[in-house]
């Protein structure tokens, strides 16, 4: 059982390039969740989903898309990357109300 | 919108120190309240938990209580450990999907 799983771990970008962090959970969870966590001001949420098909913005969710085609898999896509975008980012699942179960996070560096 | 105020770190205690992180949170009606924590490198991880008024979460010598009347949730441990050297982050759930607030985070470092 791997819980939530998030590939890369490390990332460097170039301003402009894109890239897609990699989010899969195997607890067969509805609900899933990407945040950033910077310096200083927590952890934000950019996009959720309730479910397969299903997605929302969250507080910050300007310059990332999400798609949800599977329970299993929530990915989060850059499409033109900035350097406001390094942070360090966290998927997270949830079966209902209640605990949230976090992925080891990717740290991503934009230059 | 709804927003959870812990105290500003670092916080650094000596080890059997007593420790007591301070949370406010600002949802109206009788959120779920949580406590993570963040050891370096690593996700978070829920450390205990509440889920309506004057409940106590424990875990790991932590405890906190639900106090409604003055929207708090701190975190207290008698006697910390090297090892409860971490990031610890105050969150609310008012059930709105998938959201949790959270807090900025208190840095915790404990010395010999």
């Known amino acids: 059982n791997a819980g939530v799983t998030q590939t890369p771990k490390f990332q460097v970008l170039k301003t402009g390039q894109s890239m897609t962090l990699q989010c899969a959970q195997d607890?067969?969870?509805?609900?899933m969740s990407w945040y950033r966590q910077d310096p200083g001001m927590g952890l934000r949420l950019i996009h959720y989903?309730?479910?397969?098909?299903?997605?929302d913005q969250g507080e910050v969710p300007n310059g990332y898309n999400v798609s949800r085609s599977t329970t299993e898999d929530f990915p989060l896509r850059l499409l033109s990357a900035a350097p406001s975008q390094t942070s360090v980012y966290f998927c997270?699942?949830?079966?209902?109300?209640?605990?949230?179960?976090f992925g080891p996070g990717t740290r991503l560096t934009v230059l | 919108g709804d927003s959870v105020t812990q105290m500003e770190g670092p916080v650094t205690l000596s080890e059997e120190a007593f420790l007591t992180i301070n949370c406010t949170y600002t949802?109206?009606?009788?959120?779920?309240l949580f406590w993570y924590v963040q050891y370096p490198g690593e996700g978070l991880q829920l450390l205990l938990k509440?889920?309506?008024?004057?409940d106590k979460g424990s875990n790991k010598g932590f405890e906190a209580t639900y106090r409604k009347e003055t929207t708090s949730f701190h975190l207290e441990k008698g006697s910390v450990q090297v090892s409860d050297s971490a990031v610890y982050f105050c969150?609310?759930?008012?059930?709105?999907?998938?959201?949790?607030?959270f807090g900025t985070g208190t840095r915790l470092q404990v010395t010999l």
């Open positions: 949802a109206t009606g009788y959120p779920s």
């Open positions: 989903s309730v479910g397969a098909g299903i997605t």
């Open positions: 969150a609310e759930d008012t059930g709105t999907a998938s959201k949790l607030t």
């Open positions: 997270a699942t949830r079966a209902g109300v209640g605990e949230q179960f």
């Open positions: 607890m067969n969870h509805e609900y």
């Open positions: 509440a889920t309506k008024a004057d």
